[in-house]
């Protein structure tokens, strides 16, 4: 009786390949009516099942990546609905951004196992397979919430919460005044709404610019390799990278081009650029490379200064790091320890990093890799976490835009109202659920109500 | 003896649960009776004579949408009609009226005696009959045994109700009445979950008694508001005002000096009282810093000089209550007519019930009103009327029928019952409404009453007048979107004046009415705009729906992404024990509980949304069994 129409699912995106292999990745969308979004995202509608070479463009139309894309109406499909599935060259950091620009064309980054589930739901697995479903679900649930906990540990977590306890106390107002209108109390004229909320947002900002931290793990950390020629900043690219891509030889200036690599360490992504060797030239080319690399550096977030350890810190390399950014930080190391008699480590100069390594023996490198991670401000967490974060993300950017919407409609309490409750769902999902009930048993607490 | 006749639906108790739950299962053809203690308390006020207020008011527009009574029998016994928050958007206002009892009494009376299909039978129902877990009839008092389908109970505050005044206290339904013992008894045996919760009531006063010059004066809105959509103004009473006085230190310390022998605080009463509407002495204990309480002096009546003085409900001994009540401004020779007092009754964990309000241990047998552990009124009515249509529809062997939380207050309100039970006595709030911009007092007719007239309890004069709204309101905003208004056409001086600023594009009538400063009735001012809808209600509807039209769009699609989970049946076989991977607790909350939808599952305290994915999983894997086995 008085039956509604039937299921309509969201929009889901994951990257459905194990981060940190090389090669391709691909990004896979379902859910109903892509038609949309395919014409946003490649410009052209596609024809179902064919591969086609698209190029993938942002939300300004630049090309994030070119690729195959691939389209399976329902119900001929993985999940039985529209499909969509994208294959870039891309490195983890190429995909997060394809990933990003779904999520901003309204699409929702999946739960962990729940392609699998749409799949199940929509009779595309059978029976035999159901029990591993649950078993995904509940692994992925239980790996879900651990990654939650492990993120939601310390300063983050009181930052979140210290938001929401304050867009409570907002809500409390703003609830009691509608639905305690005839109380002698003024809830929301004396209290400062206005001005309550933009404490809230101010510190929501905060929050989120804090919370950019945890990009560097999804947007990679851009590393360039500066110092002057024949340091071995080439060869050291080629260890890294574990290919000979670039050109290495015992002729000073041999880097013109910058060379750009992006390798893992544990899944982070690093953007490693190798540059031309710094030093005076009137070799026109040279000058040019040189010009590049300065260009890198500006756009790096760390530099990882090469110095020769037979010669020390020279004049030369000082006259270098002087120039570097003041704000970008710095690693200092010293290569060709293999010719001296010493062995890889560690040093701490006033405070700066100096790390001993062989580009050529592979001495150091596990320290070096160590502590890049460190540097990126990697800790020690497992697999998923990166999931949690990124959700615990995108709940904080939808809650400053309910905020943000809040603020707009401030004259209005009851869009006022609901705005500051969508932001509170949107927390909800990092601090656990705070309902209806919980809210008036704050009013009852507080204020003295009722007849 | 035997009474000679079946009935289709037995309802129990005559208070508002019950009046709303007899005359829908009657309206919808039932044969029903309405046994109740006493005929000359139907639709008795048990407390204060007001009806509605925020959330009230709206659950009393939609008992009116599917044909119940409380909102005419407000529009025929309200002494003071107001709007409260009439300054806040349309979503959030509410009606409400302070009603003349014996006025709001013969009201409903007069509509129960009137009703085809129904009778009334005075005597106190002390047991019932059943047929293994079917609910089969009622004895009464006197061994009457009376045979039907489907029983409503809505006993109130009846059941083991015990009052206390100070340091004594009696058995009591409510003072003056009598309790239902033998009935609560035999609850107990059926081992339905019961508790036990409490609620208050202030001293009556002699209104000749009181100051009046040194009181607020608070009139009502003129003019006055209906409540019913069939309602009109001349059907209102003479209309009175309320005053406002406060209680003051002295007040306070009297309540202070008189705790020692506060039934509250000496630990007498056990049940919890709610917490949105303490005793005096509550509010004095837990809010010490307050130093004065605001009291509405509010008129029982236009016949009585009796008032009711809101804001003291008490429990305190007479003495005391006589030097408090004395102590406020204006009432230094109160007389007081009948002392404040509290009452403890017992009441279901309503977590026992279905969302049609049938307990789920025994068939046929339907719960509403206080004795689910609400309180008020319109909580009252709401539920009986609900009740009472499932009653009927159970006696006629049909489905029964419920409301999702996007469609009414009243969803809402049995589905946080259902699933959240209650800790303390459960008032509506619209704080509890997650699609309140949708659940508003104006348009609660545009989303129940075509149910209703589906179900039988709308009838034909309602019907007509509906129907009639409906298509204006359609018609004009078809016409709104339709017609383009060319900056041409409209010279700068009107466009300023009506829209504020210069017209810099086209645009139809409906995309300048829902910038927030335009007014329906400034709009149609404007070269162009046609003449526009006369009958206020229709204008005031497409300027709503106008008004709110992005917000409404953004829930309802929330709604409709939630729609299929939410609805999606529970089988009541369910084994949950076989439900792979889920905790221990959740497997013993759902068999305890028994929801009946994966929506109801959800909201279950403890029941993750993994859980909800691993019950999913479970269902779709034995349906797909089932299914294989009929192949
Ligand atoms: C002291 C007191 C204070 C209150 N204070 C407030 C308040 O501050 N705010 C508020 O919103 N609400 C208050 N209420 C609650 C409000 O009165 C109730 O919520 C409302 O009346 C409940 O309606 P009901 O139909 O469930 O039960 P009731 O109105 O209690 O009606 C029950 C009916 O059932 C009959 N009945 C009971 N048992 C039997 C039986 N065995 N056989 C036959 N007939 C039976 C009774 O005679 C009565 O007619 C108060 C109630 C009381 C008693
Ligand atoms: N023994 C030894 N030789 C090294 C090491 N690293 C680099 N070399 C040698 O040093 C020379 C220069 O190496 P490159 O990697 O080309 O140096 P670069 O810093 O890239 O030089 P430019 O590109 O000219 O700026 C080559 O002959 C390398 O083989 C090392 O750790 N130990
Ligand atoms: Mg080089």
Redo the contacts between chains.
């Keep these: 009786m008085l039956q509604k129409g039937m299921a309509k699912t969201d929009t889901i995106a994951a990257v459905a390949t194990a981060p940190g292999r090389g090669g391709i990745g691909v990004v896979r969308i379902s859910g109903y009516q892509l038609s949309e979004l395919v014409l946003h995202l490649l410009g052209k509608p596609l024809r179902p099942r064919f591969a086609s070479l698209k190029k993938f463009l942002d939300i300004d139309g630049s090309v994030i990546d070119e690729g195959i894309a691939l389209y399976f109406p329902a119900p001929n499909s993985f999940t039985g609905e529209d499909v969509l599935e994208l294959q870039g060259h891309g490195g983890n950091a190429v995909m997060q951004r394809l990933l990003k620009r779904c999520l901003n064309l309204g699409v929702r980054l999946a739960e962990p196992g729940e392609f699998t589930k749409r799949a199940f739901l929509n009779d595309k697995l059978d029976l035999a397979q159901a029990e591993s479903v649950a078993d995904l679900i509940d692994a992925a649930s239980e790996e879900a919430a651990k990654s939650a906990v492990r993120s939601l540990q310390g300063e983050f977590s009181n930052a979140v919460h210290e938001v929401v306890e304050r867009l409570i106390h907002l809500r409390m107002l703003v609830e009691a005044s509608i639905d305690f209108p005839d109380e002698d109390i003024d809830f929301l004229e004396a209290a400062d709404a206005l001005g309550k909320l933009s404490g809230v947002r101010e510190q929501l900002q905060q929050l989120q610019n804090r919370a950019k931290q945890g990009c560097l793990l999804r947007e990679g950390v851009h590393v360039v390799l500066v110092g002057q020629p024949n340091v071995g900043k080439s060869s050291l690219l080629n260890l890294l990278a574990g290919d000979e891509v670039a050109i290495v030889t015992a002729i000073a200036g041999t880097t013109r081009d910058t060379v750009r690599e992006e390798i893992e360490i544990k899944g982070v992504p690093f953007h490693i650029i190798d540059t031309a060797g710094l030093r005076d030239t009137s070799c026109e080319v040279e000058q040019i490379g040189i010009a590049r690399t300065w260009a890198a550096v500006d756009k790096a977030s760390l530099a990882l200064l090469l110095l020769d350890s037979r010669e020390g810190m020279t004049s030369s390399d000082e006259a270098i790091l002087a120039r570097l950014p003041e704000n970008l930080p710095v690693m200092q190391i010293f290569n060709k320890i293999d010719l001296l008699p010493r062995e890889a480590g560690i040093e701490f100069d006033a405070g700066v990093k100096r790390i001993f390594v062989s580009a050529k023996s592979g001495a150091g490198m596990d320290l070096l890799r160590e502590n890049l991670l460190e540097v990126a401000g990697w800790e020690q967490t497992g697999e998923g976490a990166f999931m949690a974060r990124e959700r615990h993300l995108r709940a904080l950017d939808g809650a400053g835009a309910c905020l943000r919407n809040a603020e707009n409609n401030w004259r209005q309490l009851e869009f006022f109202a609901e705005e500051l409750k969508l932001a509170q769902n949107e927390l909800n999902s990092i601090t656990g659920a705070f309902g209806a009930d919980d809210l008036l048993g704050e009013i009852f607490s507080r204020f003295c109500i009722g007849k | 003896m035997f009474f000679p006749s079946l009935f289709d639906v037995i309802v129990v108790g005559g208070g508002h649960a019950g009046t709303e739950a007899a005359l829908a299962a009657a309206r919808m053809g039932n044969k029903t009776l309405l046994l109740t203690h006493n005929i000359e308390t139907l639709g008795q006020m048990s407390c204060?004579p007001a009806i509605g207020?925020?959330?009230k008011g709206h659950l009393v527009k939609e008992i009116d949408a599917l044909g119940g009574v409380m909102a005419a029998a407000t529009d025929e016994g309200g002494i003071q009609f107001r709007i409260?928050?009439s300054s806040?958007?349309p979503?959030?206002r509410a009606t409400r009226a302070q009603a003349d009892r014996s006025l709001y009494k013969q009201a409903i009376r007069r509509r129960l005696e009137n009703q085809p299909n129904l009778w009334l039978f005075q005597q106190a129902v002390d047991d019932f009959t059943l047929s293994g877990d079917q609910i089969t009839g009622v004895v009464t008092q006197l061994g009457v045994r009376f045979e039907a389908h489907a029983v409503v109970l809505t006993a109130g505050t009846f059941l083991a109700g015990l009052v206390h005044v100070g340091q004594s206290s009696y058995q009591a339904g409510r003072a003056g009445d009598p309790p239902a013992i033998s009935l609560a008894h035999r609850l107990r045996e059926l081992n339905l979950p019961v508790g036990r919760l409490k609620t208050g009531t202030p001293p009556r006063i002699d209104g000749r008694s009181l100051d009046y010059s040194v009181m607020t004066e608070q009139p009502g809105d003129d003019p006055a508001p209906m409540f019913s959509y069939l309602g009109s103004s001349n059907q209102h009473p003479q209309q009175v005002s309320c005053w406002i006085t406060y209680t003051n230190e002295r007040t306070h310390d009297i309540i202070r000096n008189g705790l020692d022998r506060s039934p509250l605080y000496t630990g007498v009463i056990e049940g919890v009282g709610?917490?949105?509407?303490?005793s005096i002495e509550d509010?004095i204990m837990?809010?010490a810093d307050?130093d004065n309480?605001?009291i509405?002096v509010e008129p029982e009546g236009l016949s009585t000089h009796e008032i009711y003085p809101?804001?003291i409900?008490t429990s305190l001994p007479f003495d005391v209550q006589y030097a408090l009540v004395r102590s406020m401004r204006g009432f230094e020779n109160a007389h007081i007519t009948r002392p404040g007092y509290a009452i403890e009754y017992d009441y279901f964990d309503p977590r026992g019930l279905k969302s049609t309000l049938e307990t789920k241990a025994i068939k046929g047998l339907f719960f509403a009103g206080q004795i689910n552990g609400t309180t008020g009124y319109e909580e009252a009515g709401a539920q009986g009327l609900l009740a009472g249509i499932n009653a009927g529809l159970f006696a006629a062997g049909k489905?029964g029928?419920s409301l999702g939380r996007d469609q009414a207050y009243l969803g809402v309100m049995v589905d946080d019952l259902i699933t959240?039970g209650v800790s303390e006595p459960y008032r509506m709030?619209?704080?509890?409404a997650?699609y309140?911009?949708l659940l508003r007092e104006d348009n609660a007719d545009l989303r129940l009453t075509e149910?209703g007239r589906?179900l039988g309890v709308v009838d034909d004069e309602r019907w007509a007048l509906f129907s009639t709204k409906r298509d204006a309101v359609a018609l004009e905003k078809e016409r709104l979107k339709s017609t383009w208004v060319n900056p041409r056409m409209v010279d700068v001086a009107s466009a300023e004046r009506v829209l504020g600023q210069a017209m810099e594009r086209e645009y139809t009538l409906l995309d300048l009415l829902r910038r927030?400063q335009v007014s329906y009735q400034a709009l149609l001012t404007l070269p162009g705009a046609g003449n526009g809808v006369f009958d206020p209600r229709v204008a005031e509807q497409v300027e709503i729906q106008a008004k709110y039209q992005g917000?409404i769009e953004r829930q309802q699609e929330e709604i409709?992404?939630h729609?299929?989970?939410e609805?999606l049946h529970l089988p009541p076989d369910t084994d949950y024990s076989k439900v792979?991977?889920l905790s221990i607790e959740v497997k013993q909350k759902l068999a305890q509980y028994r929801p009946e939808t994966l929506g109801q599952a959800a909201r279950l305290s403890g029941v993750?949304?993994?859980a909800i994915?691993?019950l999913?999983?479970?269902l779709?894997?034995n349906q797909?069994?089932t299914e294989?086995k009929s192949a």
């Design positions: 204060n207020g925020i959330g409260l928050n806040k958007g979503a959030v709610p917490r949105y509407c303490p509010k837990r809010f307050k309480h605001q509405f809101n804001g409900s489905e029928w959240r709030f619209t704080s509890r997650e309140r911009l149910i589906e927030p917000y409709e992404r729609h299929h989970y609805a792979h991977g993750t949304p993994a994915s691993l999913l999983v479970y779709k894997r797909g069994r294989k």
